[in-house]
């Protein structure tokens, strides 16, 4: 399955697309990002409008993706860290999470059901292909999708984060992802989709 970052000039639409009938712009917006994009989005217009917003603001958690030398550097790093340390290494305890086995406590039950249910939307399931689809994509945002690299003063490890487009079978959702880069490999440590088929109706 293929991944792709968006652009300014797509989040920029997409802001418009949000602030009118979708009736209005459904045709337009199709035709400039594709079907698959348009469903993830307007498929949940209050957490696009929030990711565009912040996109758009450069809002304390984001900012705009970087362009340029910026964005040729993160993005260099991502791929290097990822294609030298072997690809993302992701924990067992995550596919519970993705995929709505996570019930430690309320706000993380909520979170892990919201998971399984907006991949099922786009036809992503807890099986040996639902799996390699996220591992493939995770790793082709490692290569091209890294908007941002930082050193966590906590751990003292360089964290990367991601914002890609992962494509399923009946659909897509723009995926925010965050790494770590230790010894033993390229560790993801949250993943915010965003979209979905009926997601938020």
């Keep these: 399955?293929?991944?792709?970052?968006?652009?300014?000039?797509?989040?920029?639409?997409?802001?418009?697309?949000?602030?009118?009938?979708?009736?209005?712009?459904?045709a337009p917006l199709a035709a400039s990002l594709g079907p698959e994009a348009a469903a993830a989005c307007l498929g949940n217009p209050s957490a696009c409008a929030e990711f565009v917003t912040e996109m758009a603001t450069g809002g304390a958690s984001g900012g705009s993706?970087?362009?340029?030398?910026?964005?040729?550097?993160?993005?260099?790093?991502?791929?290097?860290?990822?294609?030298?340390?072997?690809?993302?290494?992701?924990?067992d305890g995550k596919w519970?999470?993705?995929?709505?086995?996570?019930?430690?406590?309320?706000?993380?039950?909520?979170?892990?059901?919201?998971n399984a249910y907006q991949?099922?939307?786009?036809?992503?399931?807890?099986?040996?292909?639902?799996?390699?689809?996220?591992?493939?994509?995770?790793n082709d945002a490692l290569r091209t999708g890294v908007v941002d690299t930082y050193v966590n003063p906590k751990s003292g490890l360089t964290n990367l984060r991601t914002e890609s487009l992962l494509y399923g079978p009946r659909?897509?959702?723009?995926?925010?992802?965050?790494?770590?880069?230790?010894?033993?490999?390229?560790?993801?440590?949250?993943?915010i989709p965003i979209g979905g088929r009926g997601y938020g109706k």
Excluded: C
């Design 119 to 138: 991949l099922e939307s786009i036809g992503i399931r807890d099986n040996a292909e639902g799996r390699a689809i996220l591992t493939d994509h995770f």
């Design 65 to 91: 993706l970087p362009s340029g030398a910026a964005g040729v550097a993160a993005e260099a790093e991502g791929a290097a860290a990822g294609e030298a340390l072997g690809g993302v290494k992701i924990d």
């Design 1 to 26: 399955m293929k991944s792709s970052t968006l652009s300014t000039w797509q989040k920029v639409l997409l802001g418009i697309a949000l602030g009118a009938d979708a009736a209005v712009v459904a």
């Design 171 to 191: 659909g897509a959702l723009l995926i925010r992802a965050n790494y770590e880069v230790t010894d033993s490999g390229v560790r993801l440590t949250t993943m």
């Design 96 to 114: 519970d999470y993705f995929f709505g086995r996570v019930n430690s406590n309320p706000h993380n039950a909520e979170r892990s059901a919201q």
